[in-house]
């Protein structure tokens, strides 16, 4: 078992990694859980993950002498509601879930927000731990204490930062995961790579095709994510350094009206940022031809399909909202981004002239 430590004063937790600790999820959490001891827990999972490892979750935490609760909802996007928070929420008020009790989630990235965001609001706030069985969610999601739910109005757009207490990673649940979610999670290990980390991008571009990612890369990959949210927990500053490749990521999901997945959308969005910024002179000519191959070798597509202006008209409805301007990630190497604050005018300028 590996352990990544999130430095973060009264909040801090460990992130445990290893095949096989599903298994042990209770007696890890009767360990760890601080005073006062946690007598419950609700294991809050989407149905297809509770069909595969509810099981073995509930059973873990029976054996170590948690009384186990369940809450399941239909999987995928449509779910991650203020409906299904309130149902999660009811079911932890009838299983009378208490001040030192606990949530566990059980999945992906939208069980573990959804769940944290619950945790957040049970009783004015109680612990709760992360049991990611997505590879999004390990290396992403699962660390940071982003949690929420989605408005009618747009994504992410009600929530808390709440931490969790304690993460535990088990990487043998990813072999059930289908190749195209498997891919969202390679696509955000390849952003930390370019991000913050030229060897992990190495190592990344020279996989094999199919392989599964090596423990030592997941775990470094955490560690990138968990630097970043130390430095600025509650994102002000280069937290949104994370949004690499995401802004336009998110118009070329609108644009192809979702049938691009998540994953290739942000990998084609970090090539597009990258020709830009080859463009402008930002970064060396290298780079574009290390990224689509360190892409390729993921199982990751490296051509948009989409003209510029589509994506531009796709992007400026997204940020109206939020003013004139856009804040862009620009690679300057590998290893190496930065931020710039663009008026939404020069960005289509910028774009035109890619
Ligand atoms: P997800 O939770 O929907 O999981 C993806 C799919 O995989 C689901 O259909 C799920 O049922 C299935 N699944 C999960 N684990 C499985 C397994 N081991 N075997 C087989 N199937 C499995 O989605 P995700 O990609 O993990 O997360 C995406 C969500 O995470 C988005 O809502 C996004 O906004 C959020 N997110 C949050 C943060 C954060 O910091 N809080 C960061 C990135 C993304
Ligand atoms: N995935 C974005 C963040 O945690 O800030």
Redesign the pocket.
């Known amino acids: 078992m590996q352990t990544v430590r999130v430095p973060l004063g009264e909040r801090s937790y460990d992130v445990l990694i290893g095949d096989g600790l599903l298994a042990q999820a209770g007696a890890l959490c009767a360990q760890r859980l601080a005073a006062p001891a946690p007598q419950k827990v609700l294991v809050v999972a989407?149905?297809?993950?509770f069909a595969?490892?509810g099981e073995t979750a509930l059973a873990s935490f029976r054996a170590a002498g948690f009384r186990a609760e369940y809450s399941t909802f239909p999987?995928?996007?449509p779910s991650?509601t203020l409906a299904t928070l309130e149902r999660i929420l009811e079911r932890g008020a009838a299983t009378e879930l208490g001040n030192n009790d606990f949530l566990a989630a059980l999945?992906?990235?939208?069980?573990?927000?959804l769940t944290?965001f619950a945790a957040a609001c049970h009783r004015r706030g109680v612990r709760f731990v992360q049991l990611?069985?997505?590879?999004?969610?390990a290396v992403?999601?699962?660390?940071?204490?982003?949690?929420?739910v989605?408005l009618a109005a747009g994504?992410?757009l009600a929530g808390a930062f709440w931490q969790p207490s304690l993460v535990i990673c088990d990487p043998a649940?990813?072999?059930?995961?289908?190749a195209e979610?498997y891919a969202?999670?390679l696509t955000?290990c390849l952003k930390h790579g370019v991000l913050f980390d030229s060897a992990l991008f190495d190592r990344m571009a020279a996989r094999q095709p199919g392989a599964p990612l090596p423990a030592e890369d997941i775990r470094r990959s955490i560690e990138l994510k968990r630097d970043v949210v130390v430095g600025d927990e509650k994102d002000t500053g280069n937290r949104r350094l994370?949004n690499l490749g995401h802004t336009l990521g998110h118009a070329i999901e609108r644009v192809s009206d979702y049938a691009i997945p998540?994953?290739a959308a942000v990998a084609l969005g970090m090539v597009l940022i990258t020709q830009l910024a080859q463009a402008q002179g930002w970064c060396g000519a290298e780079l574009l031809p290390r990224l689509r191959g360190a892409l390729a070798a993921c199982g990751l597509p490296t051509e948009c399909p989409y003209a510029p202006q589509e994506l531009f008209t796709a992007l400026a409805q997204d940020k109206k909202r939020s003013g004139g301007n856009i804040t862009i990630v620009a690679p300057l190497r590998i290893g190496q981004c930065t931020l710039r604050t663009l008026p939404l005018e020069a960005f289509k300028q910028f774009i035109s002239n890619k």
């Open positions: 989407d149905e297809t993950v595969l490892y999987p995928g996007e991650k999945g992906g990235g939208i069980t573990g927000d944290g990611p069985t997505t590879l999004l969610a992403d999601s699962s660390v940071g204490g982003k949690t929420g989605n994504k992410n649940t990813h072999a059930t995961l289908p979610e969202n999670g955000e994370l998540h994953g």
